[in-house]
């Protein structure tokens, strides 16, 4: 993926950020034995997240789904923030239509 984090940015990223990004960037999907597939950009999509808990715990909590929806973007020092703030709104706003 072009204009991916390189090493170094990502070890000045860990030292920044309280937890890790998981996945942020590039696609995913899957290529079918006919031959077609599916496939998704990841920084426009959504994942449902399961923690791993004890299965006492699960049984005392209430039912319950955590997402996680990606929408991030590129700043540069040419960027202008409000501009880059909408394209993440639109990002955003492209993955919550399907909620």
């Given at each position: 993926m072009t204009g991916a984090?390189?090493?170094?940015s990502v070890e000045i990223l860990q030292t920044l950020e309280d937890q890790d990004r998981?996945?942020?960037?590039?696609?995913?999907?899957?290529?079918?034995?006919s031959g077609s597939?599916?496939?998704?950009?990841?920084?426009?999509?959504c994942f449902k997240f399961e923690p791993q808990i004890?299965?006492?715990?699960?049984?005392?909590?209430?039912?319950s789904e955590e997402w996680i929806i990606g929408a991030g973007g590129a700043i540069t020092a040419l960027s202008n923030p409000e501009a880059e703030w909408e394209e993440m709104l639109t990002k955003l706003n492209s993955v919550l239509r399907a909620f």
């Open positions: 984090p390189k090493k170094r998981s996945i942020y960037s590039g696609i995913f999907g899957y290529w079918c034995v597939g599916d496939w998704s950009v990841t920084i426009r999509s004890d299965e006492k715990v699960r049984q005392q909590r209430p039912q």
